[in-house]
């Protein structure tokens, strides 16, 4: 009987995960250019890479493609070569995230489940009640981070804050409108229906700040015709929370899980 290697040596021989970046470059087979000295930094000191190793890189436009890296220079400079694509870019449902910023953690929390969970668009919104200010820099980093990880082929758009009742009064006569209301509605699985396969339009969902919408807020929502307000449940969930039970529930019904 043949012992089995020692770990060490299973840990050598096992092949190494490309590094996954998202790049605003155009990506294109010959194409050049260097990464950003953080993914420099990345790829060199954290991840060990070196001249000649592969990387995944994506844009959000022109799907995924395989690099090299052609040089790494003082751990803040690298340069890479594309090769070729690896995967077509695919559509995502067309579905913004309206939240009202909370404390960075649940914040950094909210932004990296939205884009594992396929949201389009992240729109934080002041409410009566928001108290947390939102740099909109880290939204983007996290959200960034998160499609990196998760293998998507595009990174959210990240809106900067604007207020509910602006909001709504430009609210396109298009998009349907998901509203996680605390004090009331529909079951969420029942509002929606059985599964529905295909695209199902431009959709939103909306949840609102610690301690929940204002009355006057959660009124006006429910007042647009394009809003189907539901129930979340009977307990009373974290925004972070509540965030993962919609966006799981629209995308099993409605979104690219069938």
């Known amino acids: 009987m043949v012992s089995p290697p020692p770990a060490r040596q299973r840990d050598r021989d096992r092949p ?9 470059a155009p990506l294109d087979p010959g194409a050049r250019f260097a990464l950003t000295p953080d993914q420099a930094h990345y790829v060199a000191t954290v991840m060990r890479r070196r001249a000649g190793d592969a990387l995944c890189l994506f844009n959000g ?11 790494v220079a003082r751990g803040r400079e690298a340069e890479v070569a594309i090769e070729a694509r690896t995967r077509p870019q695919a559509d995502a449902p067309d579905l913004w995230l309206l ?8 914040v950094d929390h909210i932004a990296r489940l939205a884009t594992e969970l396929g949201v389009a668009a992240l729109r934080p919104i002041v409410t009566r009640r ?11 980093a996290n959200a960034i981070e998160a ?12 809106a900067a804050p604007e207020p509910l009742d602006r909001l709504l009064a430009a ?11 605390e004090t009331g509605g529909a079951p969420a699985a029942e509002a929606l229906g059985s599964p529905r396969p295909g695209n199902p ?16 807020e959660a009124e006006a929502i429910r007042a647009l015709p394009q809003s189907l307000a539901v129930s979340l449940g009977p307990r009373i969930l974290r925004a972070e929370t509540a965030v993962a039970a919609a966006l799981a529930l629209w995308q099993a019904l409605l979104g690219d899980w069938g």
Request: charged share 30%.
């Open 99 to 106: 939240f009202a910023p909370v404390k960075r953690a649940p």
């Open 201 to 216: 339009g431009p959709w939103a969902i909306a949840v609102g700040p610690e301690g929940g919408f204002a009355p006057v």
């Open 16 to 24: 190494r995960a490309a590094p996954r970046l998202f790049v605003e």
């Open 147 to 158: 499609a990196e990880q998760c293998g998507r082929l595009q990174v959210p758009d990240c």
């Open 171 to 181: 609210w396109p006569g298009e998009r349907r409108l998901l509203f996680c209301d």
């Open 61 to 71: 436009r022109d799907g995924e493609w395989r690099g090299r890296l052609v040089s």
């Open 130 to 140: 928001t108290v947390a200010r939102l740099n909109l820099d880290r939204l983007r």
